[in-house]
Protein backbone atom coordinates (compact mmCIF):
# COMPACT_ATOMS: atom_id res chain seq x y z
CA UNK A 1 0.00 0.00 0.00
CA UNK A 2 1.60 2.87 -0.96
CA UNK A 3 1.26 6.21 1.42
CA UNK A 4 0.77 9.65 1.22
CA UNK A 5 3.24 12.16 0.12
CA UNK A 6 0.89 15.01 1.01
CA UNK A 7 -0.21 15.18 4.82
CA UNK A 8 -3.57 16.34 4.30
CA UNK A 9 -4.50 20.19 5.73
CA UNK A 10 -7.08 18.50 7.90
CA UNK A 11 -4.84 15.40 9.03
CA UNK A 12 -4.34 14.99 12.93
CA UNK A 13 -0.82 14.97 14.24
CA UNK A 14 -0.17 12.70 17.19
CA UNK A 15 0.14 15.31 19.85
CA UNK A 16 -2.60 16.87 18.77
CA UNK A 17 -5.23 14.77 19.73
CA UNK A 18 -6.92 15.63 22.96
CA UNK A 19 -8.00 13.16 25.73
CA UNK A 20 -9.43 15.79 28.32
CA UNK A 21 -12.77 14.07 30.00
CA UNK A 22 -15.68 15.06 29.35
CA UNK A 23 -18.95 14.90 31.98
CA UNK A 24 -22.34 16.64 32.55
CA UNK A 25 -22.65 19.46 34.56
CA UNK A 26 -25.79 21.66 35.62
CA UNK A 27 -26.44 24.81 33.02
CA UNK A 28 -29.96 26.72 32.45
CA UNK A 29 -31.32 24.49 34.74
CA UNK A 30 -30.58 21.28 32.94
CA UNK A 31 -27.52 19.06 32.10
CA UNK A 32 -25.13 19.76 29.33
CA UNK A 33 -22.08 17.78 28.28
CA UNK A 34 -19.10 19.92 28.67
CA UNK A 35 -15.44 19.05 29.03
CA UNK A 36 -14.02 18.94 33.41
CA UNK A 37 -12.63 21.64 34.02
CA UNK A 38 -14.40 23.72 31.09
CA UNK A 39 -12.98 26.38 29.17
CA UNK A 40 -15.53 29.01 27.34
CA UNK A 41 -14.30 28.56 23.89
CA UNK A 42 -15.63 24.73 24.51
CA UNK A 43 -18.79 25.62 22.57
CA UNK A 44 -19.57 26.76 19.20
CA UNK A 45 -22.41 27.68 16.96
CA UNK A 46 -23.70 31.49 16.20
CA UNK A 47 -24.68 33.61 18.81
CA UNK A 48 -28.39 33.28 17.58
CA UNK A 49 -27.94 28.97 18.30
CA UNK A 50 -26.52 29.82 21.71
CA UNK A 51 -28.44 32.08 22.95
CA UNK A 52 -32.17 29.91 21.74
CA UNK A 53 -30.53 26.53 22.37
CA UNK A 54 -28.07 25.26 25.46
CA UNK A 55 -25.20 28.18 24.96
CA UNK A 56 -24.15 26.33 21.75
CA UNK A 57 -22.54 22.58 20.60
CA UNK A 58 -19.57 21.37 22.41
CA UNK A 59 -16.28 20.74 19.66
CA UNK A 60 -14.08 18.06 20.77
CA UNK A 61 -10.75 19.59 21.78
CA UNK A 62 -7.82 19.17 19.48
CA UNK A 63 -4.68 21.37 19.48
CA UNK A 64 -3.02 23.17 16.58
CA UNK A 65 0.87 21.98 16.08
CA UNK A 66 0.86 21.53 12.10
CA UNK A 67 2.98 24.57 12.05
CA UNK A 68 5.35 23.34 14.79
CA UNK A 69 7.32 19.99 13.13
CA UNK A 70 9.49 19.96 16.78
CA UNK A 71 6.12 19.06 18.75
CA UNK A 72 3.63 17.87 16.20
CA UNK A 73 4.68 14.10 16.18
CA UNK A 74 3.76 11.65 13.79
CA UNK A 75 0.84 11.84 11.53
CA UNK A 76 -2.67 9.93 12.25
CA UNK A 77 -4.01 9.52 8.76
CA UNK A 78 -7.37 8.26 10.08
CA UNK A 79 -7.91 11.35 12.66
CA UNK A 80 -9.35 14.57 11.41
CA UNK A 81 -8.00 17.78 13.30
CA UNK A 82 -11.35 19.12 14.12
CA UNK A 83 -10.00 23.13 14.53
CA UNK A 84 -8.71 22.90 11.04
CA UNK A 85 -11.81 20.96 9.68
CA UNK A 86 -13.47 23.84 11.21
CA UNK A 87 -11.82 26.25 9.63
CA UNK A 88 -11.24 25.03 6.08
CA UNK A 89 -15.15 24.83 6.61
CA UNK A 90 -15.51 28.48 7.50
CA UNK A 91 -13.33 30.02 5.13
CA UNK A 92 -13.28 27.39 2.50
CA UNK A 93 -9.96 26.59 2.39
CA UNK A 94 -9.05 23.46 0.20
CA UNK A 95 -8.50 20.45 2.71
CA UNK A 96 -5.39 19.42 1.34
CA UNK A 97 -3.08 22.29 1.45
CA UNK A 98 -5.44 24.37 3.66
CA UNK A 99 -5.28 27.59 1.02
CA UNK A 100 -8.45 29.17 -0.24
CA UNK A 101 -10.49 27.11 -2.47
CA UNK A 102 -12.34 29.29 -4.63
CA UNK A 103 -11.75 29.58 -7.99
CA UNK A 104 -10.62 33.37 -8.54
CA UNK A 105 -11.96 33.89 -12.09
CA UNK A 106 -15.43 31.77 -11.73
CA UNK A 107 -16.02 32.53 -8.10
CA UNK A 108 -16.76 29.06 -7.91
CA UNK A 109 -15.85 26.06 -5.31
CA UNK A 110 -14.52 22.72 -6.54
CA UNK A 111 -15.85 19.75 -4.37
CA UNK A 112 -14.57 16.22 -4.17
CA UNK A 113 -16.87 14.19 -2.65
CA UNK A 114 -17.60 10.31 -2.21
CA UNK A 115 -20.65 8.74 -1.33
CA UNK A 116 -19.45 8.20 2.10
CA UNK A 117 -19.40 12.24 3.15
CA UNK A 118 -22.41 13.39 0.99
CA UNK A 119 -26.05 13.46 1.58
CA UNK A 120 -27.83 15.13 -1.00
CA UNK A 121 -31.19 17.32 0.28
CA UNK A 122 -32.34 19.10 -3.26
CA UNK A 123 -31.82 18.73 -6.87
CA UNK A 124 -28.41 21.27 -6.70
CA UNK A 125 -28.18 20.71 -3.13
CA UNK A 126 -26.24 18.78 -0.65
CA UNK A 127 -24.75 18.26 3.09
CA UNK A 128 -21.06 17.24 3.29
CA UNK A 129 -18.62 17.28 6.54
CA UNK A 130 -15.89 16.80 3.70
CA UNK A 131 -14.08 20.48 2.97
CA UNK A 132 -13.54 21.79 -0.48
CA UNK A 133 -10.37 20.64 -2.59
CA UNK A 134 -8.35 23.09 -4.80
CA UNK A 135 -8.21 22.96 -8.33
CA UNK A 136 -4.59 22.42 -7.95
CA UNK A 137 -4.56 19.53 -5.46
CA UNK A 138 -7.88 17.73 -7.04
CA UNK A 139 -5.25 15.31 -9.09
CA UNK A 140 -2.96 14.65 -6.08
CA UNK A 141 -6.17 14.22 -3.85
CA UNK A 142 -7.38 11.58 -7.09
CA UNK A 143 -4.13 10.16 -6.94
CA UNK A 144 -3.19 9.63 -3.22
CA UNK A 145 -6.70 9.31 -1.47
CA UNK A 146 -7.51 5.26 -1.26
CA UNK A 147 -11.05 6.39 -0.55
CA UNK A 148 -11.27 8.40 -3.82
CA UNK A 149 -10.02 5.72 -5.91
CA UNK A 150 -13.24 3.58 -5.56
CA UNK A 151 -15.66 6.24 -6.00
CA UNK A 152 -15.39 9.80 -5.98
CA UNK A 153 -17.61 12.95 -7.94
CA UNK A 154 -16.12 16.15 -8.48
CA UNK A 155 -18.48 19.71 -8.83
CA UNK A 156 -18.24 23.29 -8.37
CA UNK A 157 -20.45 24.98 -5.86
CA UNK A 158 -21.91 28.39 -6.02
CA UNK A 159 -22.15 28.49 -1.82
CA UNK A 160 -21.87 27.13 1.10
CA UNK A 161 -23.46 27.43 4.58
CA UNK A 162 -23.33 26.22 7.47
CA UNK A 163 -26.06 23.52 8.71
CA UNK A 164 -24.57 21.96 11.54
CA UNK A 165 -22.17 19.23 13.20
CA UNK A 166 -21.61 15.84 12.74
CA UNK A 167 -21.13 14.42 16.52
CA UNK A 168 -21.48 11.35 18.55
CA UNK A 169 -24.49 12.02 21.37
CA UNK A 170 -23.92 11.01 24.48
CA UNK A 171 -26.57 10.35 27.94
CA UNK A 172 -25.38 10.17 31.45
CA UNK A 173 -24.14 6.77 32.80
CA UNK A 174 -23.78 5.72 35.96
CA UNK A 175 -21.59 7.42 38.85
CA UNK A 176 -21.37 10.78 36.88
CA UNK A 177 -19.42 8.72 34.03
CA UNK A 178 -21.38 9.24 30.47
CA UNK A 179 -22.53 6.82 27.64
CA UNK A 180 -22.22 6.85 24.21
CA UNK A 181 -25.65 6.58 22.65
CA UNK A 182 -25.04 7.67 18.83
CA UNK A 183 -21.76 7.80 16.66
CA UNK A 184 -21.19 10.04 13.90
CA UNK A 185 -24.63 11.79 13.54
CA UNK A 186 -25.82 14.96 11.80
CA UNK A 187 -27.01 17.61 14.38
CA UNK A 188 -28.67 20.47 12.68
CA UNK A 189 -27.82 24.40 14.11
CA UNK A 190 -31.72 24.17 14.67
CA UNK A 191 -31.72 20.50 16.43
CA UNK A 192 -31.69 22.34 19.62
CA UNK A 193 -32.64 19.12 21.49
CA UNK A 194 -29.26 17.38 20.51
CA UNK A 195 -27.20 19.89 21.68
CA UNK A 196 -26.68 19.45 25.02
CA UNK A 197 -26.03 15.71 24.33
CA UNK A 198 -23.63 16.24 21.55
CA UNK A 199 -20.03 16.04 20.77
CA UNK A 200 -18.73 17.61 17.53
CA UNK A 201 -16.16 16.00 15.41
CA UNK A 202 -16.88 18.32 12.23
CA UNK A 203 -18.24 20.96 10.98
CA UNK A 204 -21.27 19.91 7.85
CA UNK A 205 -22.13 22.46 5.45
CA UNK A 206 -24.96 22.78 2.77
CA UNK A 207 -23.94 23.19 -0.48
CA UNK A 208 -25.62 25.10 -3.19
CA UNK A 209 -25.72 25.47 -6.79
CA UNK A 210 -23.90 22.08 -7.17
CA UNK A 211 -22.64 21.11 -11.05
CA UNK A 212 -20.79 18.17 -11.59
CA UNK A 213 -17.66 18.31 -13.62
CA UNK A 214 -17.28 16.04 -16.47
ZN1 LIG B 1 -5.23 22.64 -2.37
Redesign the pocket.
Known sequence: MSGYQTIPYTIAFANELVADPIGFVAYAGRLRLAYQPSQPGDWVGSHAVKVRGMGGILRARTRDLRDDPARRGPERMRKLNTRRQWRCMDRLL?Q????P?TDPDSGLVPWLLTKTVFEQTGLDRGRTNAPP??W??VPKALEECPMLREDFTLYTVTAAQSAGVLADLYRPGVLRTVTLAAHNVFVGWDNFQHHPYALAAAQVVELHGMKTVP
Open positions: CVCGVATCSC
